[in-house]
């Protein structure tokens, strides 16, 4: 059974950084892409963040975010990395990764970001 396991989050103030993580695991497991999505509170919708291809490392972050966000990855150990700097309140959301594996998608459980001023 394929799973997407995050850690990281946490209450931080402005200004602060995070690094968010998604690991993989499974059986063959052979990730194609990762995305990261937020979802704002206040019944807001889900928001594309950026993605990672995983052969060839090639990474888009969402223009409002480019320049304090930064996927990564390691690709030995199946993860997926969102570095966050300079984090702002509006940051503030639940992150999710989304993997797709084997021609299937995959959901993280979601972790909570909040940022306070």
């Known amino acids: 059974q394929v799973q997407l396991v995050q850690s990281g989050g946490g209450l931080v103030q402005a200004g602060d950084s995070l690094r968010l993580s998604c690991t993989a695991s499974g059986r063959t497991i052979v990730v194609q892409r990762m995305g990261w999505f937020r979802q704002p509170p206040g019944g807001k919708e889900r928001e594309f963040v950026g993605r990672v291809m995983w052969g060839s490392g090639d990474t888009i972050v969402t223009d409002s975010l480019k320049g304090r966000f930064t996927i990564s990855i390691d690709n030995a150990h199946n993860t997926g990395y969102l570095q966050m700097n300079n984090l702002k309140p509006e940051d503030t959301a639940v992150y999710y990764c989304?993997?797709?594996?084997?021609?299937?998608?995959?959901w993280g459980q979601g972790t909570q970001v909040t940022v306070s001023s």
């Open positions: 989304a993997g797709e594996i084997g021609g299937s998608d995959y």
